[in-house]
């Protein structure tokens, strides 16, 4: 039975001439994979486009418990973004940010509170204007940690402790393992960790330490969540932010 949803798509991969595997996260049923029919003619072409990362789709699904691949129809862009797909820096970021949730939200289940998060804040940086997103992609990366049950506490926090990436918590006192994240880098981090998407970029992040952040941060992810890689993506953020 075919019934309205909505939700991201987070990734594709061309699965032939005519088709494409499009990795969604949706509003009701999680991450769903569909079968995305390409036409390369007529009046349904022009939706061809809508397989960016991060677009934000309304259309008709039927899911059917026994196939792999989920069947999708009368797609719509719902919120069309001005500003992402005309700004490099933004248009990166949203790059890495399909790379990043392809694998933090494999397998994830139905989850309306990270589902409004991620639709809210990819609005929001839509809009953003320059100088204020710099530590978006970071922010995000928290906000998913957050929903998904795997981000520290934030109450443990105080001045001078480490986060212990293996634990998934701070502690005065440096771990036995070299999987922690020092004391100046996890202060910083922690206020990220208590920012609003309006005052993360008050947080005094040079632009090496949010590479290192964020290195951090894919260390954290791949100790917490199985067969979480190492983002090739990273390498590109930190080319296009210099």
């Not at 973004?81 to 890495?96: C, E, H, Q, V, W």
């Not at 991620?118 to 928290?142: C, Q, R, V, Y």
């Not at 190492?230 to 296009?240: A, G, H, P, Q």
Request: with cysteine; net charge neutral.
């Amino acid at each position: 039975m075919w019934q309205p949803e909505t939700g991201i798509l987070i990734s594709s991969v061309r699965h032939n001439d005519r088709t494409s595997v499009a990795h969604v996260f949706t509003s009701r049923h999680g991450m769903v994979p569909f079968i995305w029919f390409i036409s390369k003619t007529g009046k349904n072409a022009s939706r061809n486009t809508l397989l960016q990362p991060m677009t934000q789709l309304e259309f008709q699904a039927e899911y059917i418990p026994t196939e792999s691949l989920q069947h999708i129809k009368e797609i719509k862009n719902c919120a069309p973004y001005g500003d992402i797909p005309r700004n490099p820096m933004k248009s990166a970021i949203t790059l890495f940010l399909s790379e990043f949730l392809t694998y933090a939200l494999k397998g994830e289940q139905s989850n309306p509170s990270l589902f409004r998060f991620m639709t809210e804040s990819l609005l929001w940086f839509d809009k953003a204007p320059m100088g204020s997103f710099s530590n978006f992609h970071i922010a995000f990366m928290i906000g998913t940690a957050g929903h998904i049950g795997i981000c520290p506490n934030t109450d443990e926090y105080k001045p001078g402790y480490v986060l212990d990436m293996r634990e998934g918590c701070f502690t005065p006192l440096l771990p036995k393992h070299t999987e922690y994240i020092p004391a100046e880098l996890s202060y910083k981090l922690s206020l990220l960790m208590n920012s609003s998407l309006e005052s993360m970029k008050d947080a005094p992040l040079t632009g090496q330490e949010r590479v290192m952040l964020l290195n951090a941060l894919n260390t954290y992810f791949r100790l917490h969540i199985p067969a979480f890689p190492s983002l090739k993506s990273i390498e590109v953020l930190e080319t296009v932010f210099g």
